[in-house]
């Protein structure tokens, strides 16, 4: 025979079980650290990309004044790489990124180069040259 504080028991855990896997992700998803590239307002034509994350790949292209970024590793491993390649005005640059939590930023200059003046926000320590 079931009653109706059986009922309300089983309904109660799921809630809690379905809250706690809730907040398992949204923690995980938060500690992630992250990278955003920032395209100069005063560019001219669009940006193509390639965002390569230990071999996930995320092509894309943005327009002046616009910016994307993608996700690294919660707890990279040796092999971790994420590189990231762009295209602007037929000029391909390249660079490697070391993600630090929260947040990398990258900020490219009008012309399409790496923004490395002191004042851009351009995250230069986790950043190298592409081999």
């Known amino acids: 025979m079931s009653t109706n504080a059986d009922k309300r028991c089983r309904f109660y855990l799921k809630r809690r079980l ?16 992250r990278v955003k590239v ?14 390569n994350t230990q071999n996930d790949i995320f092509r894309g292209g943005i327009f002046p004044g616009e910016s994307t970024g993608g996700p690294g590793h919660l707890f990279p491993d040796d092999n971790f790489f994420m590189r990231l390649d762009w ?10 990124i070391n993600p630090n939590w929260p947040t ?12 490395k003046s002191s004042s851009s926000g351009t995250d230069l320590e986790q950043l190298d040259k592409c081999p």
């Not at 379905?18 to 650290?33: E, G």
């Not at 920032?38 to 390639?50: A, R, T």
């Not at 295209?87 to 490697?96: A, E, G, L, Y």
């Not at 990398?104 to 923004?115: E, R």
Request: with cysteine.
């Open 38 to 51: 920032y395209f100069s307002d005063e560019g001219s034509g669009k940006l193509e990309f390639v965002l």
């Open 87 to 96: 295209t602007v005005s037929n000029k391909s640059h390249c660079i490697m």
């Open 104 to 115: 990398t930023n990258i900020y490219i200059a009008a012309d399409g180069t790496l923004d």
């Open 18 to 33: 379905l809250t706690l896997l809730l907040l398992i992700y949204l923690v995980w998803y938060v500690a992630v650290p």
